[in-house]
């Protein structure tokens, strides 16, 4: 089924650093969700970006999305080490006939101290 | 507080033995699934529901029962656990907008072992 393609799959950054994070997909969207998980918990909604808008801000966040391209990013400026954690993309599928968000398998983000 | 809630949070089971997982909600959502995170396969979803008494499959219902009697619960039910079942599982729940799903609110999982 589709789904969302995170990459890279593992980034290591130094703490103030920008990380950047992928996400490809194959079919037409409603919207583009990002997620963030600490090890072990359950997952937190970041940013929504919608299929007729090309960016977000969100405080150190930043996503884009090219519907072109099929692509998304999101940015983390300044990162510090309380953003480590793994990073999820999820689409929802414009035509679906399930009302569901397809998850990637997500991008583990270490930042260093 | 805004929250979902999962019980148990843990559990050792063995094979065959009918368990529930609850999960319950206070935000009035209509929308809550169940998904289960695997390492390497990332979350998959189990089963969905739109509203009362309104469910559907997702990508990997085998297994799997849910109910929807009541909007702020959305049990999960195995009636024969199998080792394969084994997994870390997240209930959901957000309010459908006009163009697609909303930001899903999680609960804090429930981690499955069956021998």
């Known amino acids: 089924s589709q789904q969302g393609e995170e990459d890279p799959q593992a980034l290591s950054i130094q703490e103030g650093e920008n990380a950047t994070m992928n996400c490809s997909y194959k079919?037409?969207?409603?919207?583009l969700q990002w997620y963030r998980q600490n090890s072990g918990r359950g997952l937190v909604h970041l940013i929504l970006?919608?299929?007729?808008?090309r960016e977000k801000h969100s405080g150190r966040l930043r996503v884009t999305l090219d519907t072109s391209k099929k692509s998304s990013s999101l940015l983390i400026t300044a990162s510090r080490a309380a953003d480590t954690a793994s990073y999820f993309c999820?689409?929802?599928?414009?035509?679906?006939?399930?009302?569901?968000?397809?998850f990637g398998k997500g991008i583990t983000l270490s930042v260093r101290p | 507080e805004a929250q979902v809630t999962q019980n148990p949070r843990y559990l050792i089971t063995v094979t065959g033995k009918k368990l529930t997982v609850t999960c319950s909600q206070n935000?009035?959502?209509?929308?809550m699934s169940w998904y289960r995170q695997d390492p390497g396969l990332g979350l998959r979803q189990i089963y969905y529901?739109?509203?009362?008494?309104?469910?559907d499959k997702g990508d990997v219902p085998e297994g799997y029962k849910v109910s929807r009697k009541e909007k702020r619960n959305f049990p999960l039910i195995l009636e024969s656990p199998s080792p394969n079942q084994t997994s870390l599982y997240f209930c959901?729940?957000?309010?459908?907008?006009?163009?697609?799903?909303?930001?899903?609110?999680f609960g804090p999982g429930t981690r499955l072992t069956v021998l």
């Open positions: 529901s739109m509203n009362v008494e309104v469910t």
């Open positions: 970006i919608r299929s007729n808008e």
């Open positions: 959901a729940s957000s309010r459908p907008g006009l163009a697609g799903l909303n930001e899903q609110f």
């Open positions: 079919t037409s969207i409603n919207n």
């Open positions: 935000m009035n959502h209509e929308y």
């Open positions: 999820a689409t929802d599928l414009t035509l679906s006939a399930n009302s569901k968000l397809t």
